[in-house]
Antibody, heavy 122, light 109 residues
Framework: EVQLVESGGGLVQPGGSLRLSCAAS????????MHWVRQATGKGLEWVSA???????YYPGSVKGRFTISRENAKNSLYLQMNSLRAGDTAVYYC????????????????WGQGTTVTVSS | QSALTQPASVSGSPGQSITISCTGT?????????VSWYQQHPGKAPKLMIY???NRPSGVSNRFSGSKSGNTASLTISGLQAEDEADYYC?????????FGGGTKLTVL
């Protein structure tokens, strides 16, 4: 079964750090681009970061310099290191996979995890 | 970059068709044929419904269709069913990021 399982969420104080993990199974992890997407309670989806199969990384301005995405293909795992956390980072964090064909482009995020909750509060 | 613009809500009766718009710019929606649509039921993870503007993943009903004109993409759901009631998000690839729309709540009357 194709599956993504996030872990590592929790309560952290403003300015603190947290590392999220996403364990992949049932597919060739190294062949897929991977994303982190978050959703604050009652709000919409917000793209947080992406990492390509070659290890290239991408971030929106809201997290650039604070968050670092990485992957360990040998362990079928995706990570998100979050530093200098703010109240506005409070959300459910999802990992998602996306196949990217060099000729035809991205195929959309077709598999998502169940999410892990991050709460930034004193 | 700003989020893509979607209507906050749409509604329709069972059996009817509805269309949700997603407006961006020439740097995102208008510049690439890489628009995706996601369905999200309360408390659940998003589900991919459309990719590359108009392609349906395996297992997605053909009642769902996508299109694009200029900087605006659209999701059409025909033959509305009660189970279609959910939030819908568009997404667009750009050269260095992924953008989501603000989301549209679909109510089936």
């Amino acid at each position: 079964e194709v599956q993504l399982v996030e872990s590592g969420g929790g309560l952290v104080q403003p300015g603190g750090s947290l590392r999220l993990s996403c364990a992949a199974s049932g597919f060739t992890f190294s062949s897929y681009d991977m994303h982190w997407v978050r959703q604050a309670t009652g709000k919409g989806l917000e793209w947080v970061s992406a990492i390509g199969t070659a290890g290239d990384t991408y971030y929106p301005g809201s997290v650039k310099g604070r968050f670092t995405i990485s992957r360990e293909n040998a362990k079928n795992s995706l990570y998100l290191q979050m530093n200098s956390l703010r109240a506005g980072d409070t959300a459910v964090y999802y990992c998602a996979r996306e196949y990217y064909d060099i000729l035809t482009g991205p195929y959309g995020m077709d598999v998502w995890g169940q999410g892990t909750t991050v709460t930034v509060s004193s | 970059q700003s989020a893509l613009t979607q209507p906050a809500s749409v509604s329709g009766s069972p059996g009817q068709s509805i269309t949700i718009s997603c407006t961006g710019t020439s740097s995102d929606v208008g510049g690439y044929n890489y628009v995706s649509w996601y369905q999200q039921h309360p408390g659940k993870a998003p589900k991919l419904m459309i990719y590359e503007v108009s392609n349906r993943p395996s297992g997605v009903s053909n009642r769902f269709s996508g299109s694009k004109s200029g900087n605006t993409a659209s999701l059409t759901i025909s033959g509305l069913q009660a189970e279609d009631e959910a939030d819908y998000y568009c997404s667009s690839y750009t050269s260095s990021s992924t953008l989501f729309g603000g989301g549209t709540k679909l109510t089936v009357l």
